[in-house]
């Protein structure tokens, strides 16, 4: 059984997504149990995979028992086991948090959007499972294309957005899928660490750096890298919370983690820092991304759109501090893919609160929240707290690595970014708070207003909000232990 | 400049299939008809299709089925050896028919939204959609 995991990790979940369709047109009150089912057995088996590695090492599984490089292999190790958990453990407490949204939203549609739902996760691990170049493009699309039909079950200008998105996300996933032939055309291999035992040698080939930067634009078309990032903000504001909640925090992370991975294990840091002249003008870029994302933010008055531009800003994090091209740096945006999940997610499962409670998420739907649903505007706090960086919230951590990495690297440019990001996030969010907090009594001049009263989110939705912002908490307090033991073995020594 | 021409010439198959891209992706930007742009999409992903079964191509191979390798004769003697270039590289083909999946699935997925854009907006003109979405 425990060698079985890797398999176990993508098959229950794609398993559950059939069998959730078949039972939807039997019983609808069936497909709940059923995907809370595969996703806690993929949960379960990417826990103890990553036990696994944290004990013996990389975990190879071969799928059909065919030998890498001929067959497909499934390579896990510190880096992706992390990830991996990650994924799975945010899909589970998005799903159940989620529940009732689901059935207020599409009373009719439970069966077809659990069975997208569950899909979009099979997609998103098996991505970041694969040792295989090819079927990482194919995984990429399996998750892509579940992505569309999730986005597009929202309101108004949804399926548009969505139309968009998908234009941009099929450019993306097209130039990847092109720089994997040019990648085969020189190595004649599709297996990640055999193309990186072939690549040294072929080093000076044109043919290679145009097969990393074909596969790098694609893959920062996909995770809305700042030029490239026009189709996020609407295709995330207009979808379902349900959708919303669970593609913001992992698809864009799970994209970053792809860039990781090409930088780490396919072209190997020697190539991509030493060889190639390009990790001066890519961190500018992501400074820029800062920048522009947090002034975008600011100049929204509606909640969720505020938040979709905060995740651009994000991104721009994550790219630079990988293009950074030190230990620290590489270690910030390997930690902010963990902290940065879970952050948008507790932001993003308050905006579904929100939108469930009050049937609105512009910033004038949100007076007097504070009042009537305090414990959703507390998880708020504690998520906005952890996006602005203070110390005991994860955010804090993640922020400070990139930062020293950025004055490792000389980098002042990508270091003044970083901060002035966090500055423009305490206006952000404070402002919300503001809003939520003191609103109504300014129009009431606080004597003859009577108080509201309380009127929660069901305690479904409101106890794995409460565990997500806990969880913010509990990983800043570990983040000393998940870098000494797991993301220090990630990096190769090349990178000092 | 005959220089030029042979060079072309040489590689006509990495020219035809970059030309169908770039069709691809003009129409894509610059059309105003989604539904242009969709058939834009398909012209891209279908240029990089082409791409992948041209590399697998060799001159003078054929299919890539070996005759008689299970019976007697292909162990009885050591006379006839498989010469890989006898025979086109059938990997990148094979990789092609999921692409193509992929490719009619995201076609799919494009009309579907295709119609719920026309049902809310009644035209399929971008222009015309973002001048609805302004008004409001």
Excluded at chain 2, 65 to 91: F, K, M, R
Excluded at chain 2, 98 to 103: D, P
């Amino acid at each position: 059984m425990n060698q079985q995991l890797p398999a176990i990790l993508i098959i229950a979940p794609l398993l559950s997504a059939l069998i959730i369709n078949i039972s939807g047109w039997v019983n609808k009150k069936l497909c709940f149990p059923i995907a809370v089912a595969g996703l806690g057995l993929a949960s379960w088996a990417s826990v103890n995979l990553l036990l696994r590695v944290l004990d013996e090492g990389v975990v190879l599984y071969r799928l059909g028992g065919w030998d890498p490089p001929m067959g497909i292999a499934y390579y896990v190790d510190h880096l992706n086991g992390l990830v991996l958990t990650v994924v799975s453990i945010v899909a589970l407490l998005n799903l159940i948090a989620n529940k009732k949204t689901i059935e207020q939203d599409f009373p009719e549609k439970t069966g077809p959007f659990y069975t997208l739902y569950v899909l979009m996760v099979t997609g998103l691990l098996g991505i970041v499972a694969t040792g295989d170049a090819f079927n990482l493009y194919v995984l990429l699309e399996i998750a892509a294309l579940t992505g569309y039909g999730l986005l597009a079950m929202g309101e108004d200008r949804a399926p548009l957005a969505t139309l968009n998105y998908l234009y941009m996300g099929t450019i993306g996933a097209c130039f990847y899928l092109l720089g994997v032939g040019y990648l085969y055309i020189v190595t004649g291999s599709l297996n990640m660490v055999d193309i990186a035992g072939i690549l040294p040698a072929l080093y000076q080939s044109k043919a290679v750096l145009a097969a990393f930067m074909i596969c790098m634009i694609g893959v920062w078309l996909k995770m809305a890298f700042f030029p490239l990032h026009a189709w996020l903000p609407n295709a995330y504001t207009y979808a379902p919370s349900a959708a919303s909640s669970l593609i913001a925090p992992l698809v864009t992370k799970v994209m970053i983690y792809v860039m990781i991975r090409l930088i780490l294990t396919v072209f190997t840091p020697e190539y991509v820092f030493s060889t190639l002249t390009v990790s001066e003008p890519i961190v500018w870029l992501a400074t820029i991304a800062i920048v522009m994302g947090s002034i975008f933010a600011l100049s929204e008055r509606n909640l969720k759109k505020m938040l979709t531009y905060v995740i651009i800003a994000e991104v721009g994090y994550m790219v630079g501090g990988a293009w950074l091209g030190n230990r620290t740096g590489m270690t910030g945006a390997i930690l902010h893919i963990v902290n940065d999940s879970l952050m948008t997610l507790c932001v993003f499962l308050v905006a579904g609160n929100i939108v469930y409670k009050v049937k609105g998420y512009a910033f004038k739907d949100l007076k007097g929240l504070f009042r009537t649903m305090p414990f959703t505007m507390g998880a708020f706090v504690i998520g906005a707290l952890s996006i602005i960086g203070v110390p005991p919230t994860c955010g804090f951590f993640s922020k400070w690595y990139l930062i020293s990495g950025a004055i490792q690297a000389g980098h002042y440019g990508f270091m003044v970014a970083l901060l002035f990001s966090s500055l423009v996030n305490v206006v952000l969010f404070f402002r919300v708070i503001e809003i939520a907090y003191y609103e109504p009594f300014a129009e009431g001049h606080g004597h003859n207003v009577l108080p509201e009263p309380m009127a929660e989110a069901p305690l479904m939705m409101l106890v794995p909000l409460l565990i997500v912002a806990a969880s913010l908490i509990v990983v800043g307090v570990y983040t000393g232990d998940i870098v000494n033991y797991i993301i220090q073995f990630a990096i190769p020594k090349e990178i000092v | 400049m005959p220089d030029i021409i042979s060079i072309i010439a040489a590689k006509y198959n990495y020219w035809m299939f970059i030309i169908l891209m770039m069709i691809g992706l003009y129409a894509m930007i610059a059309k105003n008809n989604l539904v242009k742009k969709v058939v834009g999409m398909s012209i891209f992903q279908t240029a990089i299709i082409l791409f992948y079964v041209s590399i697998g191509a060799k001159k003078g191979a054929t299919i890539p089925i070996l005759e008689h390798a299970h019976s007697e004769h292909a162990n009885a003697a050591g006379s006839h050896i498989i010469q890989s270039a006898d025979y086109v590289n059938p990997l990148p083909h094979v990789l092609m028919l999921t692409a193509i999946v992929v490719c009619v699935a995201t076609l799919g997925v494009a009309f579907a939204l295709l119609i719920r854009v026309y049902k809310r907006y009644h035209t399929l003109e971008e222009d015309e959609i973002l001048a609805q979405i302004r008004e409001k």
